[in-house]
């Protein structure tokens, strides 16, 4: 039998071969699935906070398009009254809301004439990313106002003069107010807006004119 001089050679050099290939196999292996799982994990981390993102940019938005308001009421800003109704938002976005806002209310002026009101008003609200916002409304209503701190004398047909208390008309309001508040809701504390409004409204006819009549409201709007 004739040996090749080179197949001992050969035999070692293929083993160290085989153990080096094996060994480099089971180090990815091992290695590589931590890697791998790292991976998994940060894309899994980074799919959640991109789910939760567009939640709490919204976390300002209400389940419903209601609100419901409370609110003093003053006219002339002096004589005291109240007023309360509710908002419909037609229209809304991130910071802008087109609503309408029914109201009733009641107020006194001492020594000329008490009222009550009934309202249906049209706003605009515009509110900044922390919460500030300015709005503006207008509207008509039906104002019914009685005499209020003694007679009221009127002339008859006849030429006779007569009195009653607490004589009352039926008048048209014409509403205009700009407001600004804060709405909690942005700063994700309550679903709740604070607001100051200013404005005139006109009372037709009154003496066959138009009379004019100073406003002012300050309340809280509860969106539900």
Not at 8 to 16: D, E, G, I, Y
Not at 92 to 103: D, G, H, L
Not at 105 to 126: D, K, Q, V
């Amino acid at each position: 039998v004739v040996r090749s001089p080179h197949s001992r050679s050969q035999s070692l050099v293929l083993k160290p071969n085989a153990l080096f290939l094996t060994t480099l196999v089971l180090s990815i292996i091992i290695l590589g699935s931590p890697v791998v799982d790292a991976q998994e994990d940060a894309g899994a981390k980074t799919e959640v906070a991109s789910a939760q993102a567009p939640a709490a940019n919204q976390t300002h938005e209400a389940s419903t398009k209601f609100a419901v308001t409370a609110a003093y009421y003053g006219e002339m800003i002096t004589h005291p009254g109240f007023s309360i109704g509710m908002e419909y938002y037609f229209f809304e976005n991130k910071w802008f809301a087109a609503f309408v806002s029914p109201q009733v209310g009641w107020y006194i002026h001492p020594r000329n004439h008490y009222a009550l009101f009934m309202e249906g008003n049209i706003g605009t609200r515009f509110t900044a990313r922390f919460g500030l916002f300015g709005e503006l409304l207008g509207g008509l209503g039906y104002l019914q106002r009685w005499t209020h701190g003694g007679r009221v004398y009127s002339r008859d047909s006849d030429g006779s003069i007569s009195s009653s208390f607490a004589a009352g008309s039926a008048t048209l309001k014409v509403n205009g107010r700009f407001g600004f508040g804060w709405d909690f809701a942005r700063n994700n504390l309550l679903p709740m807006v604070a607001f100051v409004r200013v404005g005139v409204f006109g009372e037709y006819p009154y003496n066959n004119y138009m009379l004019l009549h100073g406003s002012f409201e300050a309340g809280v709007i509860y969106r539900f």
